[in-house]
């Protein structure tokens, strides 16, 4: 059974950082990562690990602030985020695939498993 669970999130003052956490077990992918959907807004791309490349992607608006570490042994993909700021606020879910096309690595539908999401909310 394929399973994607993440956690750690939490409310966290403007300015302040926070790791997620996605542990994926059963499943082999070549893409993984994390997205978010704030309120009225569709799912994002937030960054995203190529996994057979080792090559990673983020988003503009989360270049120079989040990270996207891995640990293999653990089979955990992290979501560190640091800056935080009032426009990251959003549920963060964690999803894998395994027939992720290189040219639309965006899209969600591309990817075939999904975490049920764990909630971001930012403070002033």
């Known amino acids: 059974q394929v399973t994607l669970v993440e956690s750690g999130g939490a409310s966290v003052q403007v300015g302040g950082s926070l790791t997620l956490f996605c542990v994926a077990s059963?499943?082999?992918?070549?893409?993984i990562g994390w997205f978010r959907q704030m309120p009225g807004s569709e799912r994002e791309a937030v960054a995203i690990?190529?996994?057979?490349?080792?090559?990673?992607w983020y988003g503009d608006s989360v270049k120079g602030r989040f990270t996207i570490p891995r640990d293999d042994a653990k089979a955990t993909v992290y979501l560190q985020m640091n800056n935080l700021e009032l426009r990251d606020p959003a549920m963060y879910y964690c999803?894998?695939?395994?027939?992720?096309?290189?040219?639309?690595?965006?899209?969600?539908?591309?990817?075939?498993?999904w975490g049920q999401g764990t909630q971001v909310t930012v403070t002033v």
């Open positions: 059963g499943v082999t992918y070549n893409y």
């Open positions: 690990w190529h996994t057979t490349y080792r090559k990673q």
């Open positions: 999803a894998a695939g395994s027939r992720v096309r290189v040219n639309e690595i965006l899209v969600p539908r591309e990817y075939s498993y």
